[in-house]
């Protein structure tokens, strides 16, 4: 079936490097694209979202590049700080029956001092 | 930071007992969502509601079930607990012209003995 998946489980990286989480997708037909960070013991938190007629955003210290022809998807942190450790979860949404969107499996950044 | 809570936050229970998570949001927002998620795995939608008296069951085949009996609340119940229903349980909710960006409560971790 459809799915929406991640690269990597964990990503190590130094504080005050960038960080690159990668995410790939099946579902030619998503149009929506969201990255969340769930942080432990609590709920997915949005962080940044990107349409499929879009190839990049940018937000607060974080870029969402789009690359629809390979469907890759990918969140860039700049400066990583160790308030960043966290899960993030990609998401697409296509707008079928249950509105609900599709979550890959999560990457764990971790921060190294 | 959205406006969605989930009570109670941790709960220990035995096999058979009947359980009700809550889940309130007050951002007046008419689509409300139950996600399960097993420990450092993606989310799985097994609720939706488009509004009061609208409740459909998501992509994963659940044994909960769900009522909508006011705008503001999305309470999940098992009528007889069981050890395979231990997991993360997160309550979302999002506005009906921006259906794709969903809002999450903090979650209920429930554990089946």
């Known amino acids: 079936g459809e799915s929406v998946g991640l690269h990597l489980p964990t990503l190590s990286v130094q504080e005050g490097d960038n960080s690159i989480i990668n995410c790939a997708y099946s579902?030619?037909?998503?149009?929506?694209f969201i990255w969340y960070k769930q942080e432990s013991g609590k709920g997915p938190q949005f962080i940044i979202d990107?349409?499929?007629?879009?190839d990049k955003r940018q937000g607060q210290r974080v870029t969402v590049l789009l690359n629809k022809t390979v469907k890759h998807l990918s969140l860039q942190i700049a400066a990583t700080q160790p308030g960043d450790s966290a899960v993030y979860f990609c998401?697409?949404?296509?707008?079928?029956?249950?509105?609900?969107?599709?979550f890959g499996k999560g990457t764990h950044l971790i921060i190294q001092p | 930071e959205a406006d969605i809570y989930q009570t109670p936050r941790y709960l220990v229970i035995g096999t058979g007992k009947k359980i009700t998570l809550e889940c309130s949001q007050t951002m007046g927002h008419d689509k409300m969502y139950w996600y399960q998620q097993d420990p450092g795995m993606e989310l799985h939608l097994i609720h939706y509601s488009y509004g009061v008296n609208s409740t459909e069951k998501g992509d994963l085949s659940s044994e909960s079930t769900v009522s909508r009996i006011r705008t503001e609340h999305f309470p999940l119940t098992l009528e007889s607990a069981r050890p395979s229903h231990t997991s993360q349980y997160l309550c979302?909710?999002?506005?009906?012209?921006?259906?794709?960006?969903?809002?999450f409560g903090p979650g209920t971790r429930l554990l089946v003995l």
């Open positions: 998401a697409e949404y296509s707008g079928g029956g249950a509105d609900g969107l599709t």
């Open positions: 579902n030619s037909a998503s149009d929506y």
């Open positions: 979302a909710s999002s506005e009906w012209s921006k259906k794709e960006t969903q809002y």
């Open positions: 990107i349409r499929s007629n879009m």
